[in-house]
Structures are given as structure tokens and as C-alpha cells.
């Protein structure tokens, strides 16, 4: 046992070795404080001691095999536990389900403790060591990972770094006047510096939660509150908050999760005179962080949430040299994604595809079509310009559109957080409802449901043939439609991303192993996706890729190689057949989902249909 834990110190002391000069230098340089460094490194070494002996074992399988998750073999699902299965023992108890849709990564949505009426999701946490009553406990959640790892399953949960609930006991004892705990969020006696702080900081909620400060009459002072009133943000200024916040990081990553989602990344450092994001010391932090897990429980994976442009996306990968996140959300595309179902032209998605190509491989994103949150436009408006398209009046258009008002639409759904000043507004419903389930089943109109789930079918297609990691929102395998219920909830009534939070109805779930079902052509139809596109290794994450130009609006063409083999993707975003000819399709080619060959270079792809064609080598 001695002998054990002097191996085990060594493999921690060497770990540490690697990083120390680095971790010690950026934390000098943001604190300057060599107790406070000093207690760190204790406590990560006690976080290190306490981890299990199979974690640890996974930690040297990964920490071996750096590219683990750069491969093709990985898909991901997120759900709300409550929705999913009640709380964590239906989890484990649905597990055969999460296997047959070929899922191996869940991301468990917030599960700690938050105050029932004041918990925005579940992202204003009021203790990050206790589970919620109503879906488990901390023992809970260690058997579930356990139980995930043997079915080789990964588990991913929120870590919601930016601030607290109110609730939190930090919180309380801050607005009882402790001055220790009001210094680790940001109080204000007056309205003074809050008000030079609005001049440059945007608002998250204009609408639901107007303002970054909120007044706390009972004490006399503003608090920073960049989301809800009731999620205080953090100070990050304060070594005591990091150092407190990376244990509570280091234990959570002890109950057995892999990959811990960064919650509301980019906020967590403030200045005043800034717009408050992205902020260079939040790339110190999120570096320390990236070596204090690569010390401690190396297995783990950084997940960003990095909802923002392009170029500031990016840098959250750090350098190959000094690496931040393991992965981020590849927002731009997803956005982009929806914004050409709503032109049925592929011009903006393939220069944005094209950009991502570009990068280096070792960048892995994790796709979506859809998430629990809102879609925000964030597209290029630079190169819509150039085709005459202006950023206020498209982004009316693709929410008009997407709400069934324009164009030849089929979609349903809900604005959120439309801002009456700058006009702007998200759009919220589920992938289903926006390709037009929801309106074709109320309509009874056959045709239009086929049309809807084929445009479904095809999204889902293309996704998969983007690199990296593709996450299917939950309720999405069987084409699950908008629930407006959250509208008789007083407390949901204002955010209508709950529209798209909607519990999982297993009664239709049934009705998946019945091909012709609608919920039995998507769930088969995506499981011969997903197995195709686990055993292609040019589906692999850092497969060459590229784009093709179509000659038609409408058709967007990808292409993937990987050591002597190809597949190309030919998608239709419109409802009429198109006949392409294609350079690259010369010589013999299968399609991997039908099994049809084509010998010829003329193509005609049916109405939202799509291709994988792999070239036949003899
Ligand atoms: C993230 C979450 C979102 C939440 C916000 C505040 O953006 O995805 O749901 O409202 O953080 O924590």
C-alpha cells in the first residue's frame, strides 16, 4: 500500500514537474500571491490522492493516447436528466436506450443544487458539491459514471464558473455585509461605476434580465449580474474564488465525469471600459485550468462555451504549445446551418466550412443543429453584404422565417429575448419543429411530413460529415416537436427556450422500432448514419476536408480523405430536385447510405436528399 501511494505521489510530482514553471508564472502574474499558489498545489495534490484507482487508470490510458477523442467514433447527446429519465437511476436505467441510438457521450444539463424558482436552467448553482434533491445525489452521479465507463460511455456536465445563485452560501454571507465574501463578487454602494460599466458591456438578456447590475435593497448595494439577477457573477480578481472554484472543479472531475463544459466562458474576467469578454486574463485562466486538469485527472476533456464570433472562438484552443480547450462549439456553422434553410443557398455555409477546414486538425469542435439554448444570429455580415443582405433586416427575415411568416416556410417557433432597442432577437424551437414536423403533423398533409423529415434526415447528414464531435439534442432521434407547456409554468412563462426543453416522450420513443413511423424513419434513418459513420475512417477528425463548388445555389458539396479513401457528401437544401454534374464524380462511386453506384459525373440529387458517395477502388 506504502509502495502504491509513493508510485502514485511520483506519477502527481511529475505531472507537476511538467507544468509548474508555467502554472506558477501565469498565477504570479494575475495574483502575485506565493501562499495562495503554494495551498493550490497541496490541494491538487490531495484532489490526486483521492481519485479513484480506475480513474486514474484512465487517466494513463488518455494521457497515452492523446488523440482518444479526435477519432470517429464518438457521439454525443444532451438532455435535461429530469426530462430524460426523472433523475440519475432512470439515467442508468436508460442506458440501453442511449446505446441503441449509438450515443457514448452524454452531457448531463446542470443537476447541482439551484434554487427551485431562481435557477435559470439549472446554471445558477447554489452548492456545487450537492446534487438537486429531486434527481439524485453525489453517489448517485459516481455510479452512473461507473456505469457509463463500462459501457464505454463518457459522461459530460456543466461547470458554471462565471458566478453563483444568490443562494450560494458565498452569496448569503456577502449580503450579510461579510467583507471576505462580498470581495469575491462585485458589489457597488452606488450606481456610479455600474453606469460606466453599462457603457461598454452588451447585455445577455435585454429583455428578460435588462442590465448587468442589480440593486439589492436590503443592503444598499449593486451587484454585478451580467445573466439573471439572481446569478452573481463571480470575481475572478480574487485568488480565493479561483483557487475555491478549481476545487470545487477538481472534485466534481473526482465523481467520474470526463468532460467538463465550461460554462459562459469568455465572461469571467471584468474590467471596467471593456465590453467585459474575452478578456486576455480569461485565456490565463482557462490555460491554468487546461494544466491543473492535465495534473490532476489528465482523462478529462475541456469543453468551451464559447457562443461568440469566429475569431474569438478560436483562440480557446490555445496554442498547439499551450493548449486551452480540448473542444468547442462550432456555433458559427451551426447558425449558418439554419441560415441556409432559410435561403436554400449554400454560399455563406461553404465559405464558413471552408474557414473551419482551414484550421489545424488537432482543433476539435463539437456540432450541433441544436442545443438547449436559443439560436442567436451570429453569421458573417460582412460577406452577406457583399450579396446585398443588411445584419437587422436578415435577421427579421431567418426569424420571420422561422417562425412560419415568410418565405415558403414550414418551421414553428418562438422568439427570445427580441431587443426593441437594437432589434435584434434569438429564435428558439427544436430541430423537428423548424424542418416542419410540427406544422405537417398538425396539418395531417402526408407529403409535407415526408418533406420534413427527409430535410430533417439530410441536416442530420451533413452534420455528421463535418469533423469533430456531432451532439444530437435529445427528443431529436425521434423528431421530437416544440412543447409550449412551459407557457402554464409561471416559472419558465418568460423564457421561451423551454419551448425546446420539453420532456422526452417515451410513449412516441416506442413508436421508433416501426419503420413507418416518422419517429421510426428518423431513428433508423440517423442509426445507419451514425454506424456509417463510425466505421468510415475518413469520418476521423482530422481527415483532409474541403468543399466544392456546385453550380448550384442550392447543392453543397463536402469532401473528406483519409489515407487512401473518400467520401464525398452532396446535400439539397431546396424542395426541388437538382441535377448536378460533378468534377468529382468521375470513375465509380457508392453511396454509402443506399448502396446505389453511380459510373457518371451527372448527379440528381432528390428534394432534401443527400449522398455519401465513397469512390469505389479496385
Ligand atoms: C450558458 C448556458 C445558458 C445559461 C447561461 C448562464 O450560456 O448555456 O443556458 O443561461 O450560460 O449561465
Redesign the pocket.
Known amino acids: 500500500m506504502e509502495k502504491r501511494t509513493n508510485k502514485s505521489t511520483e506519477i502527481f510530482q511529475s505531472r507537476l514537474k511538467k507544468h509548474h514553471d508555467e502554472l506558477r508564472w501565469l498565477y504570479m502574474e494575475l495574483y502575485d500571491n506565493p501562499s495562495m499558489f503554494a495551498e493550490l498545489c497541496d490541494r491538487m495534490e490531495q484532489f490526486y490522492l483521492e481519485r479513484n484507482e480506475t480513474l486514474k487508470k484512465l487517466d494513463m490510458t488518455r494521457e497515452k493516447d492523446g488523440e482518444w477523442y479526435k477519432q470517429n467514433d464518438l457521439l454525443g447527446m444532451m438532455f435535461y436528466i429530469d426530462n430524460f429519465a426523472g433523475n440519475m437511476k432512470g439515467v442508468e436505467s436508460r442506458l440501453d436506450y442511449i446505446e441503441q441510438c449509438n450515443v457514448n457521450y452524454i452531457h448531463l444539463m446542470p443537476f447541482l443544487e439551484t434554487p427551485k424558482d431562481r435557477s435559470?436552467?439549472g446554471?445558477?448553482v447554489s452548492d456545487f458539491r450537492k446534487v438537486q434533491k429531486e434527481l439524485g445525489s453525489m453517489e448517485d452521479l459516481e455510479n452512473l459514471t461507473a456505469a457509463c465507463h463500462k459501457r464505454g460511455i463518457c459522461v459530460c456536465m456543466?461547470f458554471?464558473m462565471?458566478?453563483t445563485s444568490e443562494d450560494h452560501e458565498w452569496a448569503k454571507r456577502a449580503r450579510a455585509g461579510e467583507g471576505e465574501y462580498m470581495s469575491r463578487y462585485f458589489f457597488f454602494h452606488d450606481a456610479q461605476i455600474p453606469s460606466q460599466y453599462e457603457k461598454t458591456v452588451p447585455q445577455?438578456?435585454p429583455t428578460t434580465a435588462p442590465g448587468n447590475f442589480t440593486w439589492l435593497e436590503d443592503i444598499g448595494h449593486y451587484v454585478m449580474t451580467t445573466?439573471?439577477p439572481y446569478?452573481w457573477d463571480l470575481n475572478y480578481k480574487n485568488p480565493r474564488v479561483f483557487n475555491e472554484m478549481m476545487y470545487h472543479f477538481l472534485y466534481l472531475a473526482n465523481r467520474g465525469v470526463d468532460i467538463i463544459r465550461i460554462?459562459?466562458v469568455p465572461y469571467i474576467w471584468k474590467e471596467l471600459g471593456t465590453s467585459c469578454r474575452n478578456l486576455r486574463q480569461v485565456h490565463t485562466i482557462v490555460r491554468m485550468m487546461r494544466m491543473i486538469s492535465e495534473i490532476v485527472c489528465p482523462s478529462i476533456l475541456l469543453l468551451g462555451?464559447v457562443?461568440m464570433e469566429p475569431e474569438k472562438v478560436i483562440p480557446y484552443f490555445g496554442t498547439l504549445e499551450k493548449p486551452e480547450c480540448h473542444l468547442l462549439y462550432n456555433v458559427t456553422t451551426m447558425a449558418t446551418t439554419w441560415h441556409t434553410v432559410a435561403t436554400r443557398n449554400v454560399k455563406l455555409l461553404k465559405k464558413q466550412l471552408d474557414i473551419v477546414s482551414s484550421l489545424p486538425k488537432e482543433y476539435v469542435f463539437l456540432n450541433y443543429l441544436r442545443?438547449?439554448?436559443d439560436i442567436g444570429w451570429g453569421l458573417d455580415y460582412a460577406s452577406l453584404k457583399e450579396e446585398g443582405m443588411e445584419e437587422r433586416s436578415h435577421k427579421q427575415y431567418l426569424n420571420d422565417y422561422f417562425q412560419g411568416f415568410a418565405g415558403e416556410s414550414n418551421s414553428r417557433g418562438e422568439l427570445y429575448n427580441a431587443d426593441p432597442v437594437t432589434g435584434d432577437a434569438r429564435f428558439c424551437a427544436t430541430t423537428a419543429s423548424m424542418c416542419g414536423i410540427e406544422k405537417a403533423g398538425l396539418d395531417k398533409d402526408k407529403k409535407a411530413m415526408e418533406r420534413a423529415v427527409r430535410m430533417d434526415m439530410m441536416l442530420h447528414a451533413y452534420l455528421f460529415m463535418q469533423s469533430g464531435i456531432p451532439v444530437l439534442y435529445s427528443g431529436d432521434e425521434i423528431g421530437q416537436i416544440n412543447d409550449y407547456g412551459y407557457k402554464n409554468n409561471p416559472l419558465k412563462a418568460s423564457d421561451s427556450?423551454y419551448i425546446h426543453r420539453g420532456a422526452m416522450n417515451w410513449v412516441l420513443a416506442e413508436k421508433r422500432k416501426r419503420e413507418d413511423t416518422v419517429e421510426g424513419k428518423l431513428f433508423q434513418g440517423l442509426g445507419k448514419l451514425e454506424k456509417i459513420r463510425k466505421s468510415e475512417k475518413a469520418f476521423v477528425s482530422c481527415a483532409d476536408t474541403w468543399t466544392v463548388e456546385t453550380k448550384d445555389t442550392a447543392v453543397l458539396c463536402m469532401g473528406r480523405y483519409w489515407k487512401g479513401e473518400k467520401i464525398t457528401g452532396l446535400f439539397n437544401f431546396s424542395e426541388t430536385d437538382k441535377t448536378i454534374r460533378l468534377e468529382e464524380a468521375d470513375g465509380e462511386y457508392v453511396d454509402l447510405f443506399s448502396g446505389w453506384t453511380v459510373r457518371n459525373g451527372e448527379i440528381t440529387i432528390p428534394v432534401y436528399g443527400f449522398y455519401y458517395w465513397k469512390q469505389v477502388v479496385s
Open positions: 435559470d436552467g446554471y445558477a456543466d458554471v462565471n458566478h445577455v438578456f445573466f439573471y446569478q460554462d459562459a462555451e457562443v442545443c438547449h439554448d427556450r
